[in-house]
């Protein structure tokens, strides 16, 4: 079978490798569809401080059961899959406290190889975040359970209700799922800070009220619309970036008594400065959210299942998996949101 390995941090392979064979508790999934992401973005850049290269490359994808372990009984051959590509240990301090996005086996035992034909889903992640995909919903969708459940988590650690008004930096995959998530959720006064018109584009189609063009749109402008909307700095902001200058630049949207919500992870070893007043003395809440827990994994398969939350806006092509180079250099081009990758074509 075909296997896209990442090497070293800008040059991958693709190989030919034995499909898998599933050990007890395992199934191997033929792989229907796979996603790009921002952090296959990152990793392909800059290689990333808890995966270890040379790796299979790509862990958002869905597709069909093409081989079933011993006492694997709630799946059949052929049945289509969903999954999220880790899951905790189960028994831990964190998993006790249902933390098991903080669990150490979490990233340890993460799944690599989306961008292969076939992989194999480890015991622990077939009794925990597999799930049937159902008929209506496309393997392209279902490959977004991953970044949904980040951004489910993310939700869940803050305070907001259908007044809030919210600000989201970023028109990447993740703030984008984030307008979609909101809008579900009762929010309305959502603003997006990004930049490119596919992004930005997406953004309106998914629900946000207000969209700036931050390469065209200076601070003082996107404030006093805001203000003109709201009548406020917006009492949520969630940075999507992972740029350390946008970090430093979230604190000081928020309203005074607001919460920013860190969401793009930075470089290895990155610092940021702020104002000590801009936090105390405005009583801000800063927060951050690593990853996701089998219980935001469950309400985005919920959501995404039940078809209240179209997604479709985010996949901006799809190209087989033979023509890698033109998906990594898209992807390296920012033009497009997510990739679609196809293995079997
Ligand atoms: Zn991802
Ligand atoms: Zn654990």
Redesign the pocket.
Known sequence: MDQLVLVEPGRVELRQVPIPEPGPGEVILRIEAALT????LKTYRRGHPKFKLPMPFG??FSGTVWALGEGVNQFKLGEPLMLAPTAPCGHCYYCQRQLGNLCAYTMETMIHGGYAQYVRLPRHIVATNTFIKPSGLSFLEAALL??LS?VVYGAQQMEFNPSSKVLIIGAGPIGLLYVALLRRYGVSQIAVLGRRERRLEAAAQLGAELIFDESQTSRDEVERELYRAWQTLPQVVIECTGLPSVWEEALTWAAPGGQVMFFGGCASGTTFNFPWESVLERNLTLKGAFHFTPQAVAQSYELLASGRLSLAPLISTTLPLSQYPTILSLLESGEYIKIGVLPQN
């Open positions: 992401c921002g952090t296959d862990h958002e991953e970044p980040c």
